[in-house]
């Protein structure tokens, strides 16, 4: 809307004096961008007016202004999100976890370089965690130069078609270890109370052990144990035996292990994902859903710091090649 802007001028040094309100009217875009990161942070469009530290009458506040900016801003950052390039990185873990948005899930990939430094690479939506979005999500991150030809870790909770994926798209080049903290509660829901205290310290111990041999042995000792008691719970644990040991047969330091035997660095992300998103009373549509969960991705990385025991990631990227090929679980 066109508008009468007056001039100042000091008359003692001759020069005009800018207005500070005009120049930001000139400049919407930070505006938008403010707008953005309080939405994001967790005020609602329609309280947004009650909410920002304005004058009153002031223009752009109104909940359907808030949010037409707000998904201008989103589908900017959605774009940014999907053309960033990953070829300017040595990866070495990759993790991939799922996401619920109403009935359809959003399946994320978080990677870690040689350096443990974490990057957020893509995302895809589906209806079930199978194999072929979990694959479609790593296709797409390849096409924009994401390589394992050196070897990769893939870092899973235990779900059959992100296992599957890993194997269709990266081939030999993949180890596959098993989530240690999905296991462990795998065999606890098979346990009555008391027993689930007693095996859940006695699993915790031998995930402990600094070596190979000494952790295999305790584990075997404890499906023994749990033969006697719960067919299922020694099964369950049987099963996922080798996988869950890959990090030690593969000689790495307990700090890094500590990090990479579990989940965690892909539900962290995930719970930071529920806590920008809660207001979210009605998901619409796969735009709505695809620009949310980029925007929050994006905001989420600005924090994120390198993984613990980093300085011990020149041991595992040693351990890449025929050594991290021959220890992919079967």
């Known amino acids: 809307m066109?508008?009468?802007?007056?001039?100042?001028?000091?008359?003692?040094e001759r020069v005009e004096i800018p207005l500070a309100p005009y120049a930001q009217w000139l400049t919407p875009r930070a505006q938008d961008v403010g707008r953005f990161r309080r939405v994001m942070a967790g005020i609602a469009s329609r309280e947004y007016e009650d909410a920002a530290e304005a004058v009153p009458d002031a223009f752009g506040l109104a909940h359907s202004s808030v949010s037409r900016r707000f998904i201008t801003s989103s589908a900017a950052a959605l774009a940014r999100f999907h053309a960033r390039r990953h070829d300017d990185r040595d990866w070495l873990v990759l993790l991939l976890d799922a996401k619920r948005f109403a009935d359809d899930q959003v399946v994320i990939a978080r990677g870690v370089t040689t350096a443990g430094e974490k990057r957020v690479l893509g995302m895809v939506q589906t209806a079930t965690e199978n194999q072929w979005s979990c694959?479609?999500?790593?296709?797409?991150?390849g096409e924009r130069s994401f390589?394992?030809?050196?070897?990769?870790?893939?870092?899973?909770?235990?779900?059959k078609g992100f296992?599957?994926?890993?194997?269709?798209?990266f081939g030999d080049a993949v180890a596959?270890?098993?989530?240690?903290?999905?296991t462990r509660?795998?065999?606890?829901?098979?346990?009555?109370?008391?027993?689930?205290?007693?095996?859940?310290?006695?699993?915790?111990?031998?995930y402990a052990q600094a070596h190979y041999a000494t952790a295999t042995k305790a584990l075997q000792r404890i499906v023994q144990e749990l033969v006697a008691i719960n067919t299922s719970a020694a099964s369950s644990l049987e099963e996922g035996l080798e996988a869950i040991l890959?990090?030690?047969?593969?000689?790495?330091?307990?700090?890094?292990?500590?990090?990479?035997?579990?989940?965690n660095l892909i539900e962290r992300v995930m719970a930071q994902i529920e806590r920008k998103t809660p207001?979210?009373?009605?998901?619409?549509?796969?735009?709505?859903k695809h620009r949310w969960c980029a925007a929050s991705l994006l905001q989420i990385e600005r924090h994120f710091r390198r993984v613990r025991g980093y300085k011990h990631m020149p041991l595992l990227q040693a351990a890449r090649g025929n050594k991290l090929n021959n220890s992919i679980a079967a």
């Open 2 to 12: 066109p508008i009468t802007v007056p001039r100042v001028r000091a008359v003692s």
């Open 135 to 141: 694959a479609a999500c790593l296709r797409e991150i």
């Open 147 to 159: 390589h394992a030809s050196k070897g990769l870790l893939v870092v899973l909770d235990g779900a």
């Open 163 to 169: 296992r599957a994926a890993g194997r269709d798209v």
């Open 176 to 182: 596959v270890p098993r989530c240690q903290w999905h």
């Open 185 to 206: 509660e795998n065999v606890m829901s098979d346990l009555t109370k008391p027993q689930q205290v007693r095996f859940r310290r006695k699993l915790q111990a031998a």
């Open 246 to 263: 890959t990090l030690h047969r593969l000689g790495q330091h307990a700090e890094l292990r500590n990090c990479l035997n579990t989940t």
């Open 279 to 288: 207001r979210v009373d009605h998901w619409r549509n796969r735009e709505q």
